[in-house]
């Protein structure tokens, strides 16, 4: 019995170069398919791009001055600048409680808050004019002496405001 050799390339001679193509084809052809079924899977837009907008907004608490207890200290030399400055605020809204002379003297005014009193005290440190970095937590060693009972923010006057 004789041997049978492969197929069509027994009855037909093809060229090398055309044998090479009709594999790659077919290497290309499983691609394009593989290719079309993974397409097929993807949501459509994957396909079909869409334009998205984000809107973030953010929410500024309103702040009551009146709700807020605000004693004023001298922290210099200048008589009177304690009562100027809680006269300033009770205008401005503020509930003001009486003006005191403070134990120490501070070189630039602070504004220092009870927990919780933080945005407030930057409403209040701006309704005098004064920077951000003005306020700052209310501790023991901020005020002397020690506020008054239902106190949220004490402003301790420096030269700055002062003058």
Not at 3 to 30: D, N, Y
Not at 83 to 88: E, L, S, V
């Given at each position: 019995?004789?041997?049978?050799?492969?197929?069509?390339?027994?009855?037909?001679?093809?060229p090398?170069?055309?044998?090479?193509?009709?594999?790659?084809?077919?290497?290309?052809?499983?691609?394009?398919?593989?290719?079309?079924?993974?397409?097929?899977?993807?949501?459509s837009?994957?396909?079909?791009?869409?334009?998205?907008?984000?809107?973030?907004t953010?929410?500024i608490?309103?702040?009551?001055?009146?709700?807020?207890?605000?004693?004023?200290?001298?922290?210099?030399?200048?008589?009177?600048?304690?009562?100027?400055?809680t006269?300033?605020?009770?205008?401005?809204?503020?509930?003001?409680?009486?003006?005191?002379?403070?134990?120490?003297?501070?070189?630039?005014?602070?504004?220092?808050?009870?927990?919780?009193?933080?945005?407030?005290?930057?409403?209040?440190?701006?309704?005098?004019?004064?920077?951000?970095?003005?306020?700052k937590?209310?501790?023991?060693s901020?005020?002397?002496p020690?506020?008054?009972?239902?106190?949220?923010?004490?402003?301790?006057?420096?030269?700055d405001?002062?003058?």
């Amino acid at each position: 019995m004789a041997k049978r050799t492969g197929g069509l390339q027994s009855l037909v001679k093809i060229p090398p170069e055309l044998r090479r193509a009709v594999r790659g084809g077919s290497i290309g052809l499983a691609m394009f398919v593989v290719g079309i079924v993974i397409f097929a899977g993807l949501p459509s837009s994957a396909y079909h791009p869409t334009t998205t907008t984000t809107t973030t907004t953010t929410t500024i608490p309103v702040i009551n001055r009146a709700s807020y207890r605000v004693q004023v200290y001298n922290g210099t030399a200048v008589n009177g600048a304690a009562g100027a400055t809680t006269n300033k605020l009770r205008l401005a809204g503020w509930a003001t409680m009486p003006a005191v002379t403070s134990n120490t003297t501070v070189v630039s005014s602070i504004v220092a808050y009870a927990p919780g009193d933080l945005a407030a005290a930057v409403l209040c440190a701006q309704d005098l004019g004064l920077p951000a970095s003005s306020v700052k937590r209310l501790t023991i060693s901020t005020a002397n002496p020690l506020p008054a009972t239902g106190t949220n923010i004490v402003v301790i006057i420096g030269p700055d405001l002062a003058g």
